[in-house]
């Protein structure tokens, strides 16, 4: 299985060559009358199918390997063993940097197979070049697993050993099965529609047809980036025993930059399309998108940054940054050669415009974005500069994007109520007035009640004037369409979303948003957090909970040994009262590599997390040291992303017009009489 695994790998890397370079020569062709073309594309649609095909049996060789425990494979014998459980011999494929890479290559080639698959839907003189590009990520990431980071190597020992090293343990959590994956879905489906904007760049079929044919796919794209990060977060809460969820690590940035230039290509695209404005915003956002996968890969595989996500250094960094450098140096050669069809004779004429504030949100994202690099790459910087590396911590990136963020969610709740191309004083008055007033009376309640933090203050205030726009929205809409009393205001509602699934699937997508941003403020402006030791029997009151420890005792398995700790959380009043749960927090050292872990107990509820956390034993060996910590509302970060996805998925729901064949008939009717775009052929 270890040579069907790697021939397939070889192979899978001959049809990317392949598709690569007679994408190129099928695209110069260019002719779709001509059969010599037609051939061609026809060829490289058959390659990327058979590079997907390839990809996917090397990686099931590569699972049946870790199945089997076949510990001749060195990958397999470094991160697998005996004693693990199978969902963790699924997380030990992904869970070093060759397997990983290897994911990586194969979700890329998958993606261009994809791509083929659906031919009919693609303009013919757009195809090749697509394909074309799509090969040429496909083949670097398999040129990489390949002849550099291979997991197909047999081990070199003169003996097999009996079992393996086993995976990291705080790799040994189920969500590492689901987070990895999904995260890079979100990463390599965004190949898609680069390709597309790299194709229209190389062919100068630069019209609004390219974007909207990729709406979907960066959608799909976006949709599992932002459920990756999240399912990171949630497995940084539950193994990491810190009681939160985001430090700003630099891997995490580095899935976090993609997602703010993915989000502000995905607003961008639609002034484009409404308007047919900002053409170069549009390309550069999506060109950078992809760039900055590839960069966060760089971040984590590199050695250039330290983190407890990041895979242990090598020596292939200069490889990614030599193919950033390239794409990069094409994409400007491009830019600059088709700049008469780039620049858009129109101008925002209003700044109380959707467009102009829609330009004003993907400044605000940018800005994130490159405040965000810069706290990244400033140990870099730094070393290079003084000889010193010096690392920036949680309090600058909270100093500089907290009040970008608020800014940015104010920027959200006006920009899709404002009126296209100029809106007018009394239109601004009726859209917000109501929703400003209320959100001010919001806020003095907050401060009333005890909130005397500001940034809480406007955040919750924000949360409140957004989500009013959008009520009143739907308001304005249901009585425009007459939904009356007797067809019900959740009917009606649903009629409204099913018509106008673009515009209320966006609505969607930012109610979950602010439930998103009132979990974040909760648990970060209103966390409680005490540490203490006990001892069996003893119980200690903690805001309104009174927690007792009922034992603390050792446990052992194959795998690992661990402190146990049994604790009972009532509601405070005695010892009498309400039972909320019991909690069972774990401190494991792990045989094998001699590593510790915090298995952290956890009880959510709407209202707040209960989150205990064992350090240990105390002086005497008898007395246990505990750590609690209450999140407030923090259950609605997961809940918020949940709504998040809903809408997104309401936005990718087809259209029957738009499934229709015909409109691409049409599309390609007007590529065969179109005359020459500005800028000539490439």
Known sequence: MNEFGHYALFLAWAFALFTMCAGVYAGVLGNICNPKALRWSAAVRNASIAAAISGVASLIALGWLFHSDDYTNQYVWQYSNKEMYDIYKVSAIWGGMDGSMLLWAVFIAVCGALVALRADRCPRTLLPWILAFIGSSSFFFLTVVFYFTNPFRY??????????????????????????PTLYVGFTAHVVPFAFCMAALASGQLSNEWARLTRRWALFAWMFLTAGIVMGGFWAYVELGWGGFWAWDPVENSSFLPWLTSTAYLHSVMVQERKNMLRLWTVWLMI??????????????????????????????????????M??????????????????????????????????????????????????????????????????????????????????????????????????????????????????????LLVWTGVDQLYPVISYGLCWFVFMTILGELYRALRAQGHGEDKGVVKGAVRLVRRHRSRYGGYIVHL??????????????????????????????VRRYKLTLDAIEGRQTTNYQALHAVVSVRAAGGSDGELLGVLEPELRTYFRNSETTTEVALRSSLRADRYIMVSGLDETGKRASLKVYVNPLHVWLWIGTLIMVGGTLVLLIPRKAEARSEVFAESLAGETSASPQPGGRF
């Open 155 to 180: 081990l070199k020992a003169e003996f097999i050993p009996p079992d393996g090293n086993g995976l990291n343990p705080l790799l040994q959590n189920p969500f590492m099965a689901v987070h990895p």
């Open 288 to 325: 950078t998108t992809y760039l900055l996968t590839v960069f966060g890969t760089f971040l984590t595989r590199s050695g250039i940054v330290q983190s407890v996500h990041a895979f242990a250094s090598t020596d292939i960094g200069w490889m990614f940054l030599l193919y950033i450098g």
């Open 327 to 444: 794409v990069l140096a094409l994409a400007i050669a491009l830019t600059l050669y088709r700049r008469g069809v780039l620049f858009s004779e129109k101008k925002i004429e209003s700044f109380w415009s959707r467009e102009a504030f829609f330009l004003l949100n993907n400044l605000v994202l940018l800005s994130i974005c490159f405040a965000t690099l810069w706290g990244v790459m400033f140990p870099v910087f730094s070393e290079a500069v003084t000889g010193t590396k010096q690392a920036v911590g949680i309090p600058y990136f909270n100093a500089v994007n907290v009040p970008l963020f608020l800014f940015l969610l104010l920027l959200m709740g006006v920009g899709p109520m404002i009126a296209w191309k100029k809106a007018s004083l009394s239109n601004l008055i009726r859209t917000f007035l109501t929703p400003f007033l209320t959100a001010l009376v919001v806020s003095g």
């Open 512 to 541: 979950g948003v602010l439930v998103v941003t009132i979990a974040i403020t909760a648990s970060m402006a209103h966390k409680f957090e005490q540490e203490f030791t006990l001892d069996s029997g003893e119980s200690i009151t």
